[in-house]
């Protein structure tokens, strides 16, 4: 009796496996991941997507990359990237931003900000990449990037940071980009 209640349950299982698993089951008639899969109709022809480069700062004049910056800032440009670079700890970037993806829920990455850059400053209306990243600096609720709060940054590196201090972090985030160059048009 005991066998037999354990049959029936266990074959009541797998029936009920059998119908939960098929009720899951994909769809034939809807598009797939993977173009060989796609169920076309007659006359159609499957068009994969194609990835939209990304903008890259190494296909920009000097005059592009700097366009917009103010006067006394843009006559002391390029400054020192390695100065620049140093001056990002005793002002605290590096406590929120960082080179790789590992701490994005506080800021913004600085993984090859500057092509970034490039890319926002198109989508802000900014003149060049180092106008964008000088406004985001001195102004930084300007610009909220997606998924961030306003007010986070502090808002006080106008009055901190000199001229030539602000060219030097601006030529140290210029300098973080990608390695290869996408011409993009």
Known sequence: MVCRKSFKSTLLAAILAIVLLSACAPDPSMQLISPSMVVLGEGEVFVPPTPTPRPRIAVLTDEEIYAGLPETLSSLMP?????????????GCTGCHQLDNSLVEIAPTWLEVADTAVGRARQTGEAGPAQYLYTSITNPDSFVVSGYNSGEMPQTFSDDMDAQDLAHLLTYLLSLRAEVAVEVE
């Open 79 to 91: 400054g020192d990237a390695d100065v620049g670079e140093a001056l990002t700890v005793p002002h």
